[in-house]
């Protein structure tokens, strides 16, 4: 990215270079996490479609998300959520599982949402009878279109070593 000035930040999957329009700043803070507002967006190939939302300022916290068509999750429009106008698919946390018998679970209720243009993230929380689905892992062909908007402000990464996931 010639000319356009990167910043080193230190990460879960190593030091990554961050461009200004690669930030996701917080519109209203994630629950229990109040103090922050900076993340990126990192994906490691070999993880399909799950991504990191990794904070920039703590560098040990990250937590796994994914495309929630992933998940066979839909959510209608609401009073400031527009899914076809934010440009990114709405997100959800992805509860990792404890052993090899259980399986993903995520926060079904309380997707991320990012507004690709602005920058901005922001996690909404809808009623139960809101949401279209089970939650129940359908695969990547779930996942919404990837628009060049959203493309951009994923950043490409090659972990250094093997990672635990933590915050998510």
């Known amino acids: 990215m010639g000319g356009i000035l990167m910043s080193v930040f230190p990460t879960r999957l190593g030091p990554v270079e961050v461009a200004p329009e690669q930030r996701w700043i917080c519109a209203q803070p994630l629950a229990g996490f ?7 967006l990192l ?5 399909g479609p799950f991504l990191w939302l990794q904070s920039l300022e703590v560098p040990e916290l990250a937590f796994v998300v994914c495309d929630a068509g992933c998940f066979g999750l839909s959510y209608p429009a609401v009073e400031g959520f527009d899914p076809q106008a934010l440009l990114a698919p709405p ?15 995520v926060h079904r209720q309380a997707p991320l949402l990012f507004d690709a243009d602005a920058g901005s993230l922001r996690q909404q929380v809808f009623e139960a009878d809101q949401v279209r689905g089970d939650g129940a892992w359908v695969g990547p062909a779930g996942a919404a ?13 090659q972990p250094l070593q093997p990672v635990q996931a933590a915050g998510g």
């Not at 109040?34 to 990126?40: D, H």
């Not at 994906?43 to 993880?47: I, R």
């Not at 997100?91 to 679970?105: D, E, K, N």
């Open 34 to 40: 109040e103090s922050l507002q900076a993340f990126v």
């Open 43 to 47: 994906h490691v190939a070999a993880q």
């Open 91 to 105: 997100c959800v946390l992805v509860i990792l599982p404890q052993s090899p018998q259980q399986s993903l679970q």
């Open 145 to 157: 279109r990837v628009t060049p908007q959203w493309a951009r402000r994923i950043i490409s990464v």
